[in-house]
């Protein structure tokens, strides 16, 4: 199976612990031992906001604070890939097009962010798009799709189950309210939506939980399902 993962950044380096990371590729390299093709897209997580916000206060604009969030994410990517042995490239992939060549020589290559404007959230879904790949993993700090943000409403409920259109509708409902924040952002869904593929969202703090949706489709979190 063609597979993307994309692992938050507050799920693979919410600090500098060598051991998450190192378990991380271990994961990685699980699948990718089980004859899984593996592309890996990482988020920037606490040190991307530390960085944005103390460059905000020095007067940067939004496109200066993307590209420094886009650095930090590659940073967190050679995290990743000092923890993977030779089956990854050894430099994080700063085009769709570096990233789908080692696909094709099968390779692992990790991305961060790409272009300004967007997160890594858009770029797991554009990567898994432009690979065909069969299934799109959001291994994120909560363990799934809600439908009001759980942080501020204790009755917020988990969907097991969206269409990418759902998803979608879903997702543009919670950006209206002020300060929720969605597992997968609204760019995100919609190029989901239009890909048409499979994706699970899921709780990456144990990334065994990535291995098991992967190799055993188990896994608990929502998965979203392209329209029939
Ligand atoms: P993230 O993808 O990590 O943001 O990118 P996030 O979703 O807010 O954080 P986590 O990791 O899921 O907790 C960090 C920042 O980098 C810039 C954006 O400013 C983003 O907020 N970025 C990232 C881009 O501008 N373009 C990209 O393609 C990716």
Redesign the pocket.
Known sequence: MRVVVNV?????APDLEPDRVADYAAAIETLDGAGHTVGVV?????T??EY?TTARELGAN??A??????A??RL?GRLLIAALDDRAVPTPAESYETGREAVRRGDIPVL????????????AAAFAEYVGADLLVYA??VNGVYDTDPNSDAEATCFDRLTARELVSVIADMEMNAGS?A?V?LLAAKVIERSGVRTIVLDGTDPQRVVDAVRNDAFDGTEIVPER
């Open positions: 938050g950044g507050s799920v693979l990482v988020g920037g997580g606490p991307a906001r944005i939004e496109i604070l993307d590209q420094l969030g886009i930090v994410t967190n961060g962010g790409i272009v300004a404007a967007q997160t890594t959230d858009a770029v994120t700090s924040s597992p952002d």
